[in-house]
């Protein structure tokens, strides 16, 4: 199956400064690309996704870009915001048989961004 | 106020006892997905339903069943079988297979 690798574990940045989250995966067949943003005690919330027919992704100051033949695929958050510490988790989609899809998610960095 | 809906927010059961964690959504999606969230642990899928009165197993589905009768509900039982329970719960739901999920608030289970 799907395994996907997720670095750092914990990440600190000073306000203002840029966070870089990467993601490795292992089946060449995965087509999508998401990223969640989880609040303590909150359920994920989807912040940015990509798909594989697609290089890079921006929304404001947050971009993903994807590299398929490296299979690896990383998240950008420009001028980081005290707002912006959560864990965030990157996953990755492949199709499991009979229309179904399964989503394998990354273990997680937490991000703090210090004032 | 369109959205996914886990209940309750925290339970407390003892050892041995099946409990039932309840999941709706009024999105009109068709998928729905359970997953189990250990500290320090990625989202580990345990059933995921694409349609009415048909669901699959993830990848750690033992000790837990699910139904899909209704389109809006997916409930979850936890039974007695499930060596490890005590875990925070995610509900979630997307339109169809490989798009956007949307998740719950969760349910933390706590077995004494």
């Known amino acids: 199956g799907e395994n996907v690798e997720q670095h750092p574990s914990t990440l600190s940045v000073q306000e203002g400064d840029s966070a870089v989250i990467k993601c490795t995966y292992s089946d060449s067949a995965s087509n999508y690309f998401p990223w969640y943003k989880q609040e303590l005690g909150k359920g994920p919330q989807l912040i940015i996704d990509?798909?594989?027919?697609?290089g890079e992704k921006k929304d404001q100051r947050i971009a993903v870009t994807l590299n398929k033949t490296a299979k690896h695929f990383s998240l950008h958050i420009t001028e980081t915001q005290p707002e912006d510490s959560a864990v965030y988790f990157c996953?990755?989609?492949?199709?499991?048989?009979?229309?179904?899809?399964?989503?394998?998610f990354g273990k997680g960095t937490k991000l703090s961004v210090i004032p | 106020d369109g959205g996914i809906t886990q209940s309750p927010k925290y339970l407390f059961r003892k050892e041995g006892q099946n409990v039932t964690l309840s999941c709706e959504q009024n999105?009109?999606?068709?998928?729905m997905y359970w997953y189990r969230q250990d500290p320090g642990q990625g989202l580990r899928l345990i059933y995921y339903s694409q349609i009415v009165n048909d669901f699959q197993k993830g990848d750690i589905a033992e000790g837990y069943s699910v139904s899909r009768e209704k389109k809006e509900s997916f409930p979850l039982t936890v039974t007695s079988a499930q060596k490890n329970p005590t875990a925070f719960y995610l509900c979630?739901?997307?339109?169809?297979?490989?798009?956007?999920?949307?998740f719950g608030q969760g349910t933390r289970l706590t077995v004494v």
């Open positions: 990509i798909r594989s027919n697609v």
């Open positions: 999105l009109n999606h068709d998928a």
């Open positions: 996953a990755a989609s492949i199709y499991s048989g009979a229309g179904s899809y399964q989503l394998t």
């Open positions: 979630a739901s997307s339109m169809v297979a490989n798009t956007e999920a949307f």
